[in-house]
């Protein structure tokens, strides 16, 4: 947004933070971005709002500015069909409309008298449908010939405290049984320095490529990747790759997070396929050694490594839509209503 002239009165990374615990650690401080936000747009109405994301702090703010009469769009419904599904309320509360991402929540929303809209996935229109691996194995210097296994342990300072170490670990784990892999590991700019860190403490990597950024280039580029829970993996399976989800947060967080979930699964691609398509290794399960042998287990498995393809790619056609032309056209109706 910045690249296309929109000015950031707060940097972005300061909501990026994940579980109940580690909100605590910055709740004044997104509080208090909140409370002036809301102060500045109660001052200088918008014609309209749209709060992208992040409904624990956009849907307070939004229920605030309905009720000044400002209309208000959420973009990406909460996943109340797989946990927390209280906050049905509070988004009827909050919001004149809402631009969902996944087909099913249109009638979910209707049911509660919830205006929405599904206007497909973006990512689906910007991923491939048919990956280039050599090209972006070409791009990042690694072997053509040799297998790639992407680790991305997420994009958060929690996650990186709690899940880059593991992963490191597991990954050593795999190069002891498979000398000849490869692995590539995406990271924010400003985990750099903290990951380099961690992979040292841990007696380093071989055959490790860190690169800024480029998280979906790792991702063409790989035959498997283990990968943090969370939208990556969404990523993950539109590029068409076998996966190992694993998460760990702290502990209070998950025995808060554990009872309020709704479905069998985390993963956004065993959701979306209402199966176990992909493994799933969280908190005390996400062990090195566990990590290390399910992610191996797909390098060893062809067949099964094609059958999920498949699956991945009817995925896409669902969630392929002209996102863009949907959403402006929805947020036109709620300006000229």
Known sequence: MQEQGFDAWWPSDALAVRGYVEVLRHY???VGIRRQLRERLLQQPPHVFIGVD???FNLDLERDLKAASIPTVHFVCPSIWAWRAHRVEKLRASTDHVLCIFPFEPDLLAHHGI??????HPLAQVIPQEPDRQ??????GLDLHRPVVALLPGSRASEIQYLCARFVRAAQRMR???????FVLPAMPAWRSRIEAIVQEQGGLPGLCLIEGQSHTALAACDVTLIASGTATLEAALFKRPMVIAYNMHWLSWQIMRRQKLQPWVGLPNILCQDFV???LLQDQATPEALANETLAWLRDPARVQRV?????QLHDNLLRDTPRLAAHAIEEVLAR
């Open 115 to 120: 205006a929405a809209t599904y206007v497909g």
């Open 278 to 280: 992909v493994p799933e």
């Open 54 to 56: 992040a409904p624990d």
């Open 309 to 313: 393809q498949q699956r991945f790619a």
């Open 176 to 182: 002891q049984r498979e000398p000849d892999l490869q």
């Open 135 to 140: 090209a972006a194995r070409e791009r990042l």
């Open 28 to 30: 004044r401080r997104i």
